[in-house]
Nanobody, 123 residues
Framework: QLQVVESGGGLVQPGGSLRLSCEASGFTVDYYAIGWFRQAPGKKRERVACINADDNTVYTDDVMGRFTISKDNAKNTVYLQMNILNPDDTAVYYC?????????????????WGQGTQVTVSS
């Protein structure tokens, strides 16, 4: 059964770091694109970062230089390392796949979603 499960969220102070994990089952992350997306209260779900089957990455401008998406094929897991967090990063973070190798990095391009993990940046 195809599934992605997020973990690693929590409460962090501004300037801090978190690493989110997206553990996949039922498919192999090496062959497909995985995206990280987030949704803040009252806002639309938006792109954070995506990594495709060739390990090429895309980031939204707001997180460029602060966040890093990566794959660990041995663990069938995709990570999102988040540094220099600020209150605007507060949201529920989701990982997703559409079992495609090179989809556009937009929520509409992904069909299989995890349950999300809450990230709160506050002092």
């Amino acid at each position: 059964q195809l599934q992605v499960v997020e973990s690693g969220g929590g409460l962090v102070q501004p300037g801090g770091s978190l690493r989110l994990s997206c553990e996949a089952s039922g498919f192999t992350v090496d062959y497909y694109a995985i995206g990280w997306f987030r949704q803040a209260p009252g806002k639309k779900r938006e792109r954070v970062a995506c990594i495709n089957a060739d390990d090429n990455t895309v980031y939204t401008d707001d997180v460029m230089g602060r966040f890093t998406i990566s794959k660990d094929n041995a663990k069938n897991t995709v990570y999102l390392q988040m540094n220099i967090l600020n209150p605007d990063d507060t949201a529920v973070y989701y990982c997703a796949t559409d079992l495609k190798s090179f989809p556009p990095c937009e929520p509409s391009g992904y069909k299989y979603w995890g349950q999300g993990t809450q990230v709160t940046v506050s002092s």
